[in-house]
């Protein structure tokens, strides 16, 4: 056991509550200089980590005896943030921020409020942001940065510079402190070009959410050395004989899963194989404290940040087609109501036999010749599989599974022309996620009964305040609802949009419906699932590009080696913090990807000044409503463009309201493009037609 283990362990058991250092070092008779500095440093550590913190006599104790919640800050652009915990986001006033900004993990207590949901910052754990991305302007004497991460409330004073900047180029400051109650300084000490540029623009929002770009020259030197170990079947179950495909889209490089299907009987038998990465990354080496740190892959039109080097995601990990790679694979025993009636987790070596496409799967199952004889020998399996998927979702939605039918972009870059289309998921999608819905919920329920450390999926149900507006809306539109606010049930969701489906209202109460419930995250304590009906759920189908799907599969081989005893002691505190810490990183990279797109699609507008367009209503604020075009593109037309009118919003019903015009979400108008803004990624309509 450490020193750092012993110490906690005493704090644990009270010993060394409110006790100072010299104190500390007195109850572990400790009198040389060296040896109580040895101590300090051991307190300063676990202090920086948040496992103790000093109270206003400078005496130590646990966080837990001064009430204290630990977080990351979520700022908004007006000043305040937002405490994101397990328990749920507590709401941190600017006056009560003392000196924490956005992205800074915090202590801090929660002091009432209206609903006893806020707080104030007690002590700063680690500052989110030690670089920040924004425009530089010159001033007499110095200048500042404006940072484009809005939520980061504070300008950088700029102290000094490394590199030569102009007043409107887009830089990257160095944070050198943080005074306390003024603003950061940093200093200048990278150009990355000027402002409106759309490789600038975009590098700009990758440098502002803090995600890693390269990968360290260790990462890289082990991810080349655990690539090149030849795969052996070992003590795995040898799968390479069976009929396994692959099916993803297009443009996919990193193959996670592959899936098989047939009948038995009046069963049908699902195999889910995930590539086995936990085989290539070792707890607590290189490649796994980047994947931790990094937490998910990201996405762009151009690029990819991917979680785990090349070599590993596109090589040795990825279920190439005709290529042996090791697996952990769900194979499950389904009957003709969709009931699993047995499964099975085992390690596995598999050979896939075709790497099929979303679009092609599609069109095979829709009657294409050319290519039902090219892959005739998958025919009855790919008929097999839809009937599964089709199953397996009518089982979902009788269950109350929300199915939200919600519009996706699909923005693309060719030869430097960039394309924005609505995004079309086909029945090979359904297909696929059907099957990894099953084998995510069949993982958890097997962990679950072990009552083991995990890392679970969850999705709390709506706030009482949000379901309560949803319903007001649903009653303006002259739709039924009959749920409770403070309790709904997914299944009642669900039922509206059964009703409406096919019908003009099913898209527009889709929209409404989604921003009235919670975001999902991750979890140490199972919560259930929300969205899907599902008591008990994970992530388990993506560890390749998901560090949580990375942890469910170490945690699920070590009980399978029998080593949950092991895996209890040793993960038992860490998948409260990797929750947190992962939803933290997908949240980052969700932004990223959405402010890319919407920098992509402001680019592609500008090609499109003054041209009209069928649009719908898509939001609706005090200061103008939101129009969507078709391909998802949003714009806002000011409320000053609208006809002339006395206009009241009204928040709770999505309605802007005057004596002779109104607008609501759903209502379809005709606009004109007036706009393109690539600084602020924002576009702007009038409408074409004021009648």
């Given at each position: ?7 906690e ?7 060394f509550?409110y006790?100072t250092?010299?104190?500390i ?5 400790v ?6 500095e ?10 920086e980590e948040g496992?103790?913190?000093r ?10 005896a ?6 990351v800050?979520r ?14 986001d507590?709401?941190?006033p ?8 956005h ?23 680690s ?16 200048g500042?940065v404006?940072?484009?991460e ?8 700029v ?22 109650g ?5 200093e ?7 402002s409106g540029d759309?490789?600038?623009?975009e ?11 390269e990968?360290p020259h ?10 090149a170990?030849k795969?052996e079947?070992?003590g795995r ?29 009046k069963y049908?038998r699902l195999?889910?194989?995930?590539a086995d990465v936990?085989?290539?990354?070792s707890?607590?080496?290189?490649l ?19 979680m ?8 040795i ?7 042996d ?5 769900c194979l ?6 969709g009931?699993?009636?047995?499964s099975?987790?085992?390690?596995g ?10 679009k092609?799967?599609a069109?095979?199952?829709?009657g294409?010749?050319?290519?039902s004889?090219?892959?005739e020998?998958?025919l009855p399996m790919?008929?097999?599989m ?5 199953i397996?979702?009518k ?5 109350g599974?929300i199915?939200?039918?919600?519009k996706?972009a ?18 090979a ?5 059907e099957?990894?819905i ?5 993982v ?23 379901a ?7 009653s303006?539109l002259?739709?039924?609802?009959n749920?409770h ?12 949009l059964?009703k ?13 419906m ?7 995250r ?7 699932h929300?969205?899907l ?8 189908t ?5 560090y ?9 081989k070590?009980v399978?080696?029998?080593r949950a005893?092991?895996a209890a002691d040793?993960?038992?505190r860490f998948?409260y913090?990797?929750?947190?810490s ?18 992509y699609?402001?680019w ?5 000044l ?7 209503v ?17 714009g ?34 005709q606009i004109?493009?007036?706009a393109?803004d ?12 004021e009648?």
């Amino acid at each position: 056991m450490t020193a750092a283990q012993q110490i906690e362990e005493k704090f644990a058991s009270g010993e060394f509550t409110y006790k100072t250092a010299r104190e500390i070092a007195r109850l572990l008779g400790v009198t040389q200089k060296s040896e109580r500095e040895a101590v300090n440093r051991v307190l300063r550590s676990l202090e920086e980590e948040g496992a103790i913190v000093r109270d206003e006599k400078n005496r130590y104790v646990l966080p837990a005896a001064l009430g204290l919640y630990k977080g990351v800050l979520r700022g908004n652009e007006r000043g305040f943030a937002f405490l994101v915990r397990e328990e749920g986001d507590l709401f941190i006033p600017h006056r009560s921020l003392h000196g924490a900004m956005h992205g800074d993990t915090v202590f801090a207590r929660c002091v009432g409020g209206e609903r006893g949901d806020e707080g104030e910052v007690y002590s700063i754990v680690s500052r989110g942001y030690s670089e920040i991305v924004g425009t530089y302007f010159k001033e007499k004497k110095g200048g500042y940065v404006q940072p484009d991460e809005r939520r980061f409330f504070n300008d950088v004073r700029v102290a000094g510079s490394k590199v030569r900047a102009y007043s409107g180029e887009k830089v990257l400051i160095k944070i050198l402190n943080y005074p306390e109650g003024g603003e950061p300084v940093g200093e200048i000490t990278e150009v990355l070009g000027q402002s409106g540029d759309l490789s600038c623009e975009e590098d700009a929002i990758i440098r502002s959410k803090n995600l890693a770009e390269e990968f360290p020259h260790k990462v890289l030197a082990e991810a080349k050395r655990v690539s090149a170990e030849k795969v052996e079947v070992g003590g795995r179950r040898d799968f390479r004989d069976r009929l396994i495909i692959t099916i993803d889209g297009d443009d996919s490089r990193d193959f996670d899963d592959a899936v098989e299907v047939w009948r038995e009987g009046k069963y049908y038998r699902l195999g889910v194989h995930i590539a086995d990465v936990t085989h290539y990354v070792s707890r607590g080496r290189a490649l796994d404290t980047e994947a931790y740190k990094r937490g998910t892959s990201v996405y762009f039109p151009d690029r990819v940040l991917p979680m785990l080097p090349e070599e590993l995601s596109n090589g040795i990990c990825s279920l190439n087609e005709g290529e042996d790679r090791c697996t952990l694979s769900c194979l499950m025993k389904i009957d003709e109501k969709g009931k699993v009636k047995d499964s099975e987790i085992v390690t596995g070596v598999i050979r896939s036999s075709a790497r099929m496409t979303y679009k092609n799967v599609a069109a095979i199952l829709e009657g294409d010749r050319e290519l039902s004889e090219k892959y005739e020998f998958l025919l009855p399996m790919l008929e097999e599989m839809r009937q599964l998927a089709e199953i397996l979702m009518k089982k979902r939605k009788s269950r109350g599974s929300i199915d939200l039918d919600v519009k996706e972009a699909a923005v693309t870059v060719q030869d430097g022309a960039v394309s924005v289309k609505e995004y079309e998921r086909t029945v090979a999608h359904k297909i696929i996620e059907e099957f990894m819905i099953l084998a995510n919920e069949t993982v958890a329920e097997f962990m679950e009964r072990f009552e083991m450390p995990f890392i679970y999926r969850v999705h709390e149900k709506p706030s009482e305040e949000k379901a309560e507006s949803f319903k007001a809306y649903l009653s303006e539109l002259g739709v039924k609802a009959n749920f409770h606010a403070d309790n709904v049930r997914p299944g009642e969701y669900g039922k509206i949009l059964d009703k409406l489906e096919g019908g003009p209202l099913f898209h527009v109460v889709n929209r409404v419906m989604l921003r009235s419930m919670s975001k999902a995250r991750y979890s140490a304590e199972n919560s259930g699932h929300f969205g899907l009906a599902s008591s008990c759920y994970c992530h388990f189908t993506s560890p390749i590009r998901r560090y949580p799907d990375l942890l469910v599969h170490r945690l699920v081989k070590m009980v399978l080696d029998g080593r949950a005893a092991e895996a209890a002691d040793t993960f038992s505190r860490f998948v409260y913090g990797a929750a947190l810490s992962c939803s933290e990183s997908e949240r980052r990279a969700d932004e990223a990807e959405r402010d890319v797109d919407e920098l992509y699609k402001t680019w592609y507008m500008r090609e499109h000044l003054g041209e009209t367009f069928s649009a719908v209503v898509s939001g609706v604020t005090s200061f103008g409503v939101f129009a969507e075009l078709p391909n998802t593109i949003e714009g806002l037309i000011r409320i000053e463009n609208l006809p002339k009118d006395d206009y009241v919003f009204v928040e709770q019903r999505f309605l802007l309201r005057g004596l002779s015009h109104s607008f609501k979400i759903g209502d379809p108008i005709q606009i004109k493009v007036a706009a393109a803004d690539i600084g602020t990624r924002k576009c702007e309509f009038v409408l074409a037609d004021e009648n």
